[in-house]
Structure formats: C-alpha cells, structure tokens
C-alpha cells in the first residue's frame, strides 16, 4: 500500500495516476482490509487531490463489481431500471426517485434502487433512510430477485451485496470530502438490472463516466443524467441534460423539460421524516402543487426504462392514480 500512496500522493511535480491494475489493487486492499485507516485515508486523500483518473476510477469499479458478482454463483442480467443516485443524498431540495419509482412500478416497471446514510460530501438524506420512514425494510440482496418481481420495486444497501465497502463508512466520515467512492458506487448496479441511469453533477466528468460505463456494461443500457444536486430528479425550472450509452457523447446530449408554471420545490429539514412526509403528501393528495413533476418523472423512468418509446407515450401510460399505498400493501400514513 505504501507503494501505491507514493505513485499518487509525492507532490505536485512528481504523483501519477495508477493504472487499472495499480488501483484494483488498491482497492483490494482497502476492502480486504490489509490497509490501515491512515493508509486508506492518505490514499483517497492523495487521489482527491491530485484528481481521479479513468484507470483510478476503472480499477475500483471492476474490483468492486467482481466482489458482487462472485456471490452469486449466476447474476443473470435483469429486465429492470437500476437507479444510481449520490449516496450521499439531497441537502437543498426533497427527492423526486422514491414517489416516481412508486409511481411508475404500478406502470410495470421494475426498479432498483440502494444507497448508504450520512455520507460525505453532503451528508444529505438517501434513499434508504427516506425508504425506512415510509415504514419498509431495507431488501435483503439475496431475495431482492424475487421481491423485486412481485412487488415491482426494491431497495438495497451495500451493507448486504458489499459489505467491506459500508466498513470504509467511518474514514470517508472523517475526511468529510468526495472521494472516488462516491462516484463508483452510484453505477455499482447490484441486481445486475438491464437499464441503468447514473446521476452526476460536474459536466467535465460526463464524457469519462460515459465512456466508462460503456466499457464496464457493454450488454447494458447505461443514461447518464445531469439531474438535481447530482441525482437522476429532473430538474424543477430548466430543462435536464442526459446522455444515452449509444453513440458518442460530443453532440449527443438530449433535454427533457418540466411540465410548466410549476411552483418551485420546497426546502425541507434535513431530516428524513421530512423528505417522507413529502412523498406521502405529493402521493397521497391529488391537488398537490408538485404531483405534476413528480408524475413527469415517473414517465421519464418509464421511458429511460424501455417500457415507452418516448415522454408523451409514457405520460399516456402511466396510470391517472399514483399509489396510496407501499409495494407490500400498507397505506400510507397521511
């Protein structure tokens, strides 16, 4: 490890980048556990500083993929939506994934969702903590096949399909920065499932993670989408940018705008009872100043997840009535 921190971390006329084996060794010993705290925070520290490369980036995701892979004896490729939002969550406005993956699973959609609480850089709400105030169970990844095609939609957390990855949750707290983490685990894709979207938020990095992800998921459909604080929500007043996997990304890039005359997304406490509430609320009362949005997102899932040919055909499929209730039966509370 010592080697491996001197290529990245000698200054700034001296660090490299690792290659793609340099870094899938890195990360072997990060998650087997042969690096110590100092080493492994030294390492991301050194990376984040001089900045992460495409064989950095590269090297952590195979590394990380074949840990998941190998404990399944088969992870067939799922016909499903596998949702790749920052980790570390929403800080400025409520989430739009959970109440439009609800809503378009009644469309017969199958999503994937997972993420992990209270991480750095934003120390925002996630999914799974606004998942287990709605009143569900985090999935248990060796039945979330099973679940996911009854109930239509799931969510999962590392701490089942990756756990040496949740054990790295102390040092990236104490760095308090992104760190290369962040980046990978959004397109972890832990069910194997056929179409992914990957939020992202600094357009430079767009083209490399596309890129990327075409060569790491050759037989999937990979949408990159310049959604809201970095997440796949489309964005409220602007049109959002997203880049399909076919083709080149220079020049490639699509929009989607939000329905219009919308009222502007409120500002909630940090708290992950508030960002429940919402999903209650935008769900449960028809009249709701945001169901529209919430509904176009829906669609977009509907369209990104190869069930409508386009937005209008999606809208037109998507049921009248949102769910009143949760996947495995219980009604919300108003």
Request: aromatic share 6%; proline share 8%; with cysteine.
């Amino acid at each position: 490890m010592k080697s491996l921190i001197k290529v990245v971390g000698t200054g700034p006329h001296g660090s490299k980048n690792l290659s793609v084996d340099q870094a899938r060794e890195a990360a072997a010993l990060i998650l087997d556990g042969k690096s110590t705290p100092a080493q492994t925070g030294a390492l991301f520290l050194a990376i984040r500083t001089k900045g992460e490369s495409d064989s950095e980036l590269e090297g952590f995701f195979r590394e990380a993929r074949s840990r998941i892979l190998s404990r399944f004896s088969t992870l067939p490729i799922l016909d499903a939506l596998d949702i790749g939002d920052p980790y570390d969550g929403h800080v400025r406005t409520p989430g739009l994934t959970i109440p439009a993956a609800l809503w378009a699973s009644r469309a017969g959609l199958k999503i994937v969702i997972h993420g992990y609480p209270e991480l750095p850089a934003k120390f925002g709400i996630g999914h799974t903590r606004i998942w287990e105030s709605l009143g569900m169970g985090i999935t248990p990844w060796k039945q979330a096949a099973e679940i996911l095609d009854r109930q239509g939609i799931v969510c999962l957390s590392p701490s089942d399909f990756l756990p040496e990855w949740t054990d790295l949750r102390a040092i990236r707290q104490e760095l308090g920065l992104r760190t290369l983490l962040n980046t990978v685990e959004k397109s972890l894709n832990p069910l194997n499932a056929r179409r992914m979207l990957t939020g992202y938020f600094h357009e430079s990095l767009a083209p490399r993670l596309h890129d990327l992800l075409k060569t790491l998921y050759p037989e999937h459909c990979v949408t990159l989408v310049s959604g809201s604080e970095g997440s796949v929500d489309l964005h409220a007043h602007r049109p959002t940018r997203f880049h399909p996997s076919s083709g080149d990304i220079t020049g490639s890039h699509l929009t989607v705008s939000p329905p219009e005359n919308l009222d502007p997304l409120p500002s909630l406490p940090v708290s992950a009872e508030a960002h429940a509430d919402f999903v209650r609320e935008v769900l449960c009362n028809r009249h709701h100043p945001h169901r529209p949005l919430v509904r176009y997102q829906a669609a977009f899932f509907l369209w990104q997840g190869g069930l409508s040919k386009d937005m209008d055909t999606a809208l037109s499929s998507l049921p009248e009535e949102c769910p009143s209730e949760l996947p495995d039966g219980t009604p919300f509370r108003r």
